[in-house]
């Protein structure tokens, strides 16, 4: 299934959690085909963003949209949705290919022993694929909670801090696979405090700071100085 | 890609609980430990002569299904918890009513195992013949374990993210299940011929419907629990 949406879009997006505002106001755009790169200090906002456009949680205010639609909760929102949170997600009694098998017939993925087989070896766990995951290193199942966003090639694919506990290789076949999400048509978010990881991939850039959106735009040039300049050095 | 039909993701999401559990034991041998010490408790505890046996018998049964049943229930997104899968889960396109669903007969699944456990266990100690009345009280408990697992297992949602959910899931959940447990005490009774009354299955039936009153509540409710 390859993505034909237009963009992710959000409007006036805003989240107050206990009085205090943690997204303010935002408007943004996540173009189909594209790999956007969410940057930000800690407690910028980037995992609320996040939150929020994965559908787990609603927002104080504001709208998020794809192709157009409403995004609510829906199975049928839900499904064109991948996601890489801050934990693996995974069944640690379960091994590689029962957990990605368990995921895929939740999201009805057709020819689903093939193509656990396809990512499982892609991720470079074929000789571990049959053992239970909590055996795993934090490297392992990064690369498995990878495949598991992966598995139902979403129309849009958020990654909060992809690459931890990734080794040189695990970078690269991360690297790799989110790139080809991109190229399919798909909209990628991806939030992480790699830069120059980051750089390599991003086509755009959206900076936060504080809750409020401080740029938005293509990358063009030096990402990192762009981040000095409109986040770190404004902050100052 | 088409999404599952609902009952498919009950058994997808049964199928993984079990085999899960399997593997793990935890909250199985965890209810079954707490299931054999209350049997013992009862027994060296309560122990008298035949009728006065016969008499504790009902509330030894149905308190064992309360403390064993309250314990798993407890632990029914353990599993969800530990590396968060609780998200990828409800992030699925599956219908989250067979999620939960699924998840209900799990837990329904470990009380019977624990119960055909401590059932007779507790019979045998206590020197109580119950061959006679043995289907009547099986389907008591049978409505009864179901009664807790509609109940306990869309509360148990709070302890992926609360703190203190171990202590707040059964005051949330003991007064719930009051009426399940009154009505089996009283109907498991009558089938002894130790309590007053006349027939026991009207017990039954309020007990099942309980089951599906709750049951059809909790499917409904748990869709709006999931998203913060």
Same mark, same amino acid.
């Given at each position: ?43 910028? %906002?980037? /995992?609320?963003? $996040?939150?929020?456009?994965? #559908?787990? =949680? &609603?927002?104080?205010?504001? @709208? ?70 909590? %055996?795993? /290193?934090?490297? $392992?199942?990064?690369?498995? #909670?990878? =495949? &598991?966003?992966?598995?139902? @090639? ?16 695990g970078l690269v076949v991360a690297s790799r696979m989110i790139a080809r999400r ?55 | ?47 008298a002569d035949p009728a006065t046996n016969k008499k504790v018998l009902p509330g ?169």
């Amino acid at each position: 299934m390859s993505p034909t949406g237009q963009a992710l879009c959000v409007r006036g997006l805003g989240r107050i959690y206990d009085d205090h505002y943690a997204l303010v106001g935002l408007d943004a755009t996540f173009p189909a085909g594209t790999i956007t790169a969410l940057l930000g200090p800690n407690g910028a %906002g980037k /995992s609320t963003l $996040m939150g929020m456009l994965s #559908t787990l =949680a &609603r927002p104080s205010e504001g @709208e998020v949209t794809l192709d157009g639609q409403p995004l609510d909760d829906s199975p049928a929102m839900r499904g064109r949705i991948g996601y890489v949170g801050h934990r693996t997600m995974l069944y640690g009694p379960l091994s590689a290919r029962e957990n990605l098998a368990f995921f895929g017939r939740l999201y009805g993925v057709p020819d689903l022993t093939g193509r656990v087989d396809a990512l499982i070896t892609e991720v470079g766990l074929a000789r571990d694929a049959d053992r239970p995951v909590e %055996g795993f /290193s934090r490297g $392992m199942a990064q690369r498995l #909670t990878i =495949a &598991r966003a992966l598995l139902p @090639e979403p129309a849009v694919l958020l990654l909060d801090e992809p690459f931890t506990g990734l080794d040189q290789d695990g970078l690269v076949v991360a690297s790799r696979m989110i790139a080809r999400r991109r190229d399919a048509g798909a909209a990628v978010v991806l939030a992480s405090h790699d830069l120059a990881l980051t750089a390599t991939l991003a086509d755009r850039a959206l900076m936060l700071r504080r809750g409020r959106k401080v740029f938005e735009g293509p990358v063009e040039g030096d990402l990192a100085a762009l981040y000095r300049e409109r986040v770190e050095e404004a902050a100052a | 890609m088409n999404a599952p039909g609902f009952f498919s993701v009950v058994g997808v999401v049964l199928a993984k609980d079990l085999r899960t559990e399997l593997r793990s034991k935890q909250t199985l041998m965890t209810m079954a430990m707490f299931g054999l010490v209350l049997t013992f408790v009862f027994a060296f505890g309560f122990v008298a002569d035949p009728a006065t046996n016969k008499k504790v018998l009902p509330g030894a049964l149905w308190a064992s299904l309360l403390f064993t049943g309250t314990l798993g229930v407890g632990r029914t997104f353990a599993r969800e918890a530990e590396l968060g899968a609780f998200a990828a889960l409800v992030l699925s396109p599956a219908d989250r009513a067979a999620v939960l669903l699924g998840k209900m007969l799990g837990n329904l699944a470990m009380s019977i195992v624990v119960m055909v456990l401590v059932v007779p266990l507790l019979a045998l100690m206590l020197r109580v013949d119950i061959t006679a009345t043995a289907a009547i009280i099986a389907l008591q408990l049978l409505l009864g374990a179901l009664g807790f697992a509609v109940v306990g297992t869309p509360l148990a949602v709070m302890a992926v993210n609360a703190r203190f959910a171990e202590v707040l899931l059964p005051i949330v959940v003991f007064p719930l299940v009051t009426p399940v447990l009154i009505a089996g005490v009283k109907g498991t009774g009558i089938a002894l011929g130790t309590t007053i009354g006349e027939d026991a299955w009207g017990w039954v039936q309020f007990i099942a419907a309980f089951d599906v009153a709750f049951g059809v509540g909790g499917l409904f409710l748990f869709e709006r629990m999931v998203t913060e």
